[in-house]
């Protein structure tokens, strides 16, 4: 069997790294509309944690102020707005807001009104439950990993934060690193990390059964960097760039190959995960 290109010493690091951090306290505070609070609750408590609800008026919102690790939910009707927002940022919250104000539609992020606050436009349906739990994996950082393994509904949204951060990782690490081969120990290191977090997401405990497994959806990220090698020898000057896109695009795939394997239960043997990893390359 190839040398894995990372010491052991590192990969049990960062095991112990990771099942530190995704037993992290995270907990969802719902607050606002007393019917819109009751939807959500009942979405996120399905198959995980109840999260913790505020009953109070709105012009005392400031006293809910999140801690570092929480993330509060307010729903409210528009005409709410100006006062809950106010009131809000008058509290200087350490953790994140998540404003979903009440539409007929679903709509888009309409961006920061403050300092750690997402506000969306929120309906009923599946588009602005996505956009509500997209927010708040953005806001939980890192505890995000937490988030999703207390409130299953966050998982998806959670899941592709870690993606898209460990690829954006590896990008850097592509670009900085000039000596061939040089780059592989760092990006192998962030794809064990991020296998590893997708892993505990999904209620897969985080122990030496799990070796081959991740092992197995690690090693699919090398043919990508090996390429990217090879195209940096033919483009004197620009090789960082293919470096850097390959590193990305490599990460992301490896990322969906393991959310696909773990949120159906870890089923497949490691050859059939290899053949899945197999799919997101070709």
């Known amino acids: 069997m190839a040398k894995l290109p990372v010491s052991l010493s590192k990969a049990a690091k960062a095991w112990k790294e990771v099942a530190s951090n995704i037993d992290e306290a995270a907990t969802l505070i719902l607050a606002g509309n007393e019917e819109l609070v009751a939807l959500a609750q009942a979405k996120f408590s399905l198959g995980g944690t109840v999260p913790a609800t505020w009953v109070g008026a709105l012009s005392e919102l400031a006293r809910v102020a999140p801690a570092a690790d929480e993330i509060l939910l307010v729903l409210i009707e528009p005409a709410d707005e100006p006062q809950v927002r ?3 940022e008058a509290a200087s919250p350490k953790g994140g ?16 009104p403050f300092d750690d606050c997402i506000r969306v436009d929120f309906a009923d349906d599946a588009a602005g439950w996505r956009l509500v739990c997209t ?3 953005e806001l939980a950082r890192e505890h995000v990993a937490g988030l999703g393994r207390r409130y299953p509904a966050v998982r998806a949204a959670a899941a592709q934060r870690i993606i898209t951060r460990t690829a954006g990782q590896n990008a ?13 120990p760092a990006m192998t290191l962030n794809q064990l990390k991020m296998v590893l977090y997708i892993s505990g997401l999904y ?3 985080i122990g ?22 090879k195209v940096a020898r033919h483009v004197p000057g620009f090789g ?25 239960g870890a089923p497949a043997s490691t050859s059939k995960l290899m053949a899945l990893v197999g799919n997101f390359r070709s």
């Open 86 to 88: 106010a009131e809000l």
């Open 135 to 137: 927010a708040c994996a």
């Open 240 to 264: 960082w760039i293919y470096r850097a896109i390959v590193g990305y695009l490599g990460t992301v795939a490896v990322g969906m190959a393991a959310v696909k394997y773990f949120e159906h």
């Open 203 to 205: 209620g897969a405990e």
């Open 208 to 229: 030496p059964d799990r070796a081959l497994e991740i092992l197995a959806v690690v090693a699919a990220g090398f043919g990508y960097r090996g390429l990217a090698r």
């Open 172 to 184: 850097l690490v592509g670009v900085l690193f000039f000596v061939p081969g040089a780059d592989m």
């Open 97 to 112: 807001v998540v404003l979903a104000v009440k539409q007929p539609v679903s709509g888009e992020r309409l961006g920061h």
